[in-house]
Every structure is written in C-alpha cells, then in structure tokens.
C-alpha cells in the first residue's frame, strides 16, 4: 500500500509526506515539471480544443515558472499546470488510490469565544476567547486550552491553562 498525504512546494524542491507499507515517510523530491507548447506537427498530445502540443520539460520548476512568465501574454501557446504538486501527485499516483483512514492523521480544531453580542466575526475577533479545543481522531484523545480553570468530569479529556 502506497498513498500520499501531503505535497507543497519548497523551492525548486517539494516536501512529500506518505505512507509506504504502514510506514510514515517524510522526504524532499526534485521534481521536474512538463508543461507543453503549442506546435503546427502531429503529436499524440492535443489541447481541450483539439490543437497539437508538444511536451517540454524542464529541469527545475522554477525554470518551469520563468518559461511560462515569459508567455504570460501569449496565453494561447503554453499550456499545462503550473501548481506543481498536483502534477507531482498525477506523475506519481497514477488511478485510483487505495486510501487507508487508519493510517491518515486526521485533527480537528476547535475555537470557542463568547457571544454575548451575537455569533463574532473571525475577522474581527470581538469577543473574548474561552478555549481552544483539539481531538485526535486516530486515538480519540482530546486535549482542551482554557483561560479559566476547569473541572476535569471526563477521564478521555486533558485539561490544560
């Protein structure tokens, strides 16, 4: 079982988490993106609206984004995506993907304020904050922040100032 759980872009580098046979790996990839220019030729690559493109690929994705920067005004002769970690991903992880929840870290966060004047704003933080809440859903632990002391009524929840 192979399946990603996280690629961004670092640079010319991207930082890809997975999980490779129930282990945890976290490692830095060169990748070398392939955009694609519009050509007169026959190519077994066509764009949405049936012209032919050709690949071209570059050795960096900076060198990507510089070629493609210098046809922003030529939109109509580059083609290809420019958010890198989702070409990585489409390279990489080819069909469907055998997902496995257990082995994914999934969190949820949770923010609790007043509302003395009605539901706040995130914008504009009006109200004071009371706590702030986070579950494991892997170990179902909770852990609470709080500005005033609790009472600590549940053995699954730990209770920290």
Known sequence: MHFYTNVIRFGNNLLVREINNGQRIKKRVRYSPTLFSLVQKSTPYKTLDGKY????????????????????????????????PYSY??????????????????????????????????????????????????????IVWGLHPFENGRDDVEYRL
């Open 53 to 84: 493109v050709t690949p071209i690929t570059h050795d960096t994705m900076k060198d990507a984004s510089d070629w493609a920067k210098n046809y922003e005004d030529q939109t109509d002769i580059i083609f290809g995506n420019t958010q890198y």
């Open 89 to 142: 991903i489409s390279d990489v992880h080819k069909g469907n993907i055998d997902w496995d929840l257990k082995n994914l870290l999934i969190v949820t966060l949770d923010i609790e304020v007043e509302c003395e004047n009605g539901f706040p704003s995130s914008r504009s933080a009006s109200e004071p904050m009371l706590s702030i809440t986070i579950k494991n859903h892997q170990n179902k632990k909770i």
